[in-house]
């Protein structure tokens, strides 16, 4: 049941009091007018604090600055006559003591009368005394069908037209989005370049990042990097290949349920983030980080808030990614926390959301100490899949001084040995070989030349991996993929790994 409908049940049914909180006042006195029309000859009055009453010329004016007033309206109107009486912002007036009791007086009256008074507000905010009486009914984002329809009333209004999948890229992207908000990216999408294009998408990405900025919760990021970015990880780049398409219409259309998200455990340093930001760019979706620290507050209730208010608004910018960064840091141990629940309490709400949810919101969780984690988040249904991301193997390593040495040197990448470098450097991340590079360009542009393979190698003979400081923590994380409790992100067995050992030993043995 869409929103008309169930409010026009609720007017059918003498509900007296409604209160629809809503940014999007002229859509949703659209929507009311419609209901008004249907149900028969109901008038539509309309009160702010500015303008008074309007909608009877006769009241023009009437109840001006005074909210009081506003309800005594109905008092002149016959109790025969069906009405809607929108009260716009009144929330702010509802802890008012006599129009606290003029509520609850009309409450008795208009359960005999054809009549509702609708209480426009962006936010629930209703004393307990009227908590009882007050009907609530959300009013949601316009769905794609309506934006689709508002698009191609905008593009008939200019004699234009749009390519299908072009049509369909701009309404997902602008999914998330008021009218109000999309007709101002279009607005400046037409003043620019007089028509739209698939361009407009990235206007679109960036009236979500200025709501993002308004929340100090969640944080944009621009998806710059690739899968192309990202060495190795096979198994894991044909997941998400598999699903590229699963939050079209024709997915869909196929009865196909929107991916859940991704749980990604392992090391420091193997490329969790970057494959969450690549995810993003690989589905032209928006990226948004939530860092958990920033949900919890000093006051009590408020970080619950916080987290309610993270959810919805993920939601009104679906589709897109939601990154949960290190998220075992913030829910290890939780039964020994001294803060009265509070933790408890934000993990429950997370989690039952993360089961709950049907929106188009794909979760990427990363975790460097899996084996903490509370084991109900781990269960099947709160992500599709858990991944273990762990170190390279040879041929990785060769993959991912490739990616590094044609970003840093496109020309003359191929002069260098990858494959005495991944022989040389067991044991290390991709960050770790980022970084040996880098020390090699040091050393390089210290003495006035270009870096070699033997400064590479010279920079690696100097750094201690991470893998063998937290030998034991390396180990946790691969028993646990061994024991087949994770997936490999890599195409990585037992087997491979003994054959690579096997190669790495013959390639010693030529060098030598």
């Known amino acids: 049941m869409d929103f ?16 629809v909180p809503t940014a999007e006042e002229e859509r949703v006195e659209g929507v009311l007018t419609q209901v008004a029309r249907v149900l028969g000859q109901w008038g539509v009055y309309v009160w702010d604090f500015v303008e008074g009453i309007q909608g009877n010329s006769n009241d023009q004016g009437f109840a001006r600055r005074n909210p009081l007033q506003a309800l005594e309206f109905l008092d002149k109107l016959p109790p025969h006559l069906p009405a809607l009486l929108i009260l716009r912002d009144y929330s702010r007036f509802l802890e008012d003591v006599a129009v606290g009791r003029k509520l609850r007086n009309l409450n008795r009256t208009l359960k005999s009368q054809p009549k509702s ?55 997902r992207s602008c999914q998330g989005l008021s009218l109000e908000r999309m007709q101002r990216v279009v607005g400046r999408a037409l003043a620019l370049r007089g028509s739209l294009t698939a361009q407009d998408v990235d206007g679109v990405l960036a009236e979500k990042r200025q709501i993002i900025q308004q929340t ?16 190795g990880l096979d198994n894991l ?3 998400l290949e598999r699903r590229q398409q699963a939050f079209g219409q024709a997915a869909h259309d196929y009865g196909l349920p929107y991916p859940r998200g991704l749980l990604l455990a392992g090391l420091q340093g193997t490329g969790k983030s970057l494959t969450a930001k690549a995810i993003a760019h690989f589905w032209h979706l928006p990226l948004l980080r939530l860092d958990v620290g920033r949900l919890f507050a000093g006051l009590v209730g408020e970080s619950e808030s916080r987290t309610r208010q993270m959810i919805q608004l993920t939601e009104a910018l679906a589709p897109c990614v939601l ?4 998220i075992d840091k913030a829910f290890n141990a ?3 926390r001294g803060d009265s629940g509070t933790t408890n309490r934000v993990f429950g709400t997370l989690l039952t959301w993360l089961a709950e949810k049907n929106s188009p919101v794909f979760v990427v969780a990363t975790a460097n100490q899996i084996q903490i984690l509370p084991p109900e988040l781990l269960r099947k249904g709160r992500f ?32 260098y040995d990858l494959v005495r470098l991944a022989w040389e450097t067991p044991d290390f991340s991709g960050a770790e070989l980022e970084q040996v590079i880098i020390e090699a360009m040091h050393t390089g542009f210290s003495q006035g030349r270009e870096f070699s393979t033997d400064d590479i190698l010279e920079a690696a003979s100097q750094m201690v991996p991470l893998a063998r400081t937290a030998q034991e923590q390396v180990q946790v994380l ?27 030993q013959d390639y010693g043995e030529s060098s030598a």
């Open 384 to 415: 599709d899949e858990i991944f273990f991301v762990g170190l390279p193997t040879w041929e990785e390593r060769q993959s991912i001084l490739q990616v590094h040495l044609s970003r840093l040197r496109p020309h003359t990448w191929s002069s």
């Open 216 to 231: 100090q919760i969640l944080e944009f990021c621009p998806p710059t990097v690739t899968l192309a970015d990202i060495g």
């Open 478 to 504: 691969q028993q646990w993929a061994s024991a087949g409790k994770i997936r490999s992100a890599s195409r990585h067995t037992s087997l491979s790994r003994r054959m690579e050992q096997m190669e790495e």
């Open 334 to 336: 939780l039964d020994s």
């Open 323 to 326: 990154w949960i960064d290190e």
């Open 4 to 19: 008309a409908q169930e409010l026009g049940l609720l007017i059918r049914a003498r509900y007296p009091l409604i209160y």
């Open 237 to 239: 780049k044909l997941w």
């Open 117 to 171: 008074v609708i209480l426009l507000a962006t936010e629930v905010r209703l004393p307990v005394e009227l908590q009882e009486m007050v009907t609530v009914v959300p009013f949601g984002l316009p769905t794609a069908a309506e934006l689709r329809q508002e698009l191609q009333g905008i593009l008939a209004g200019l004699n234009q037209s749009l390519e299908p999948l072009v049509l369909a890229d701009l309404v």
